[in-house]
């Protein structure tokens, strides 16, 4: 699922031929699990809810989670 833009995961779930509640298992397999996103953002896009963000890197590192974690 990592490399694909979001027009790319709708064709996976298009082209499967199945229901529209289908879920690709790529998708499924993140569901409920935590992770942190490093992301990069230009200053034009500030503010600019409509913008699409690039993921740099990601981990599932529970000490690192916590540590940003605002909730």
């Known amino acids: 699922m990592f490399g ?5 995961c709708q064709n996976m779930m298009l082209s499967s031929g199945r ?3 289908y ?6 397999a993140v569901v409920d699990v ?3 996103f490093k992301v990069q ?3 034009e896009q500030i503010g600019n809810y409509n913008s ?3 993921v740099m890197k990601f981990t ?4 690192l989670i916590e540590k940003f974690n605002v909730n």
């Open 52 to 54: 699409a963000f690039s």
């Open 41 to 43: 953002i230009k200053k």
């Open 4 to 8: 694909k833009d979001a027009v790319e």
């Open 60 to 63: 599932r590192d529970e000490a």
């Open 19 to 21: 229901q529209e509640s």
């Open 34 to 36: 935590s992770m942190l």
């Open 23 to 28: 879920v690709p298992a790529e998708i499924e």
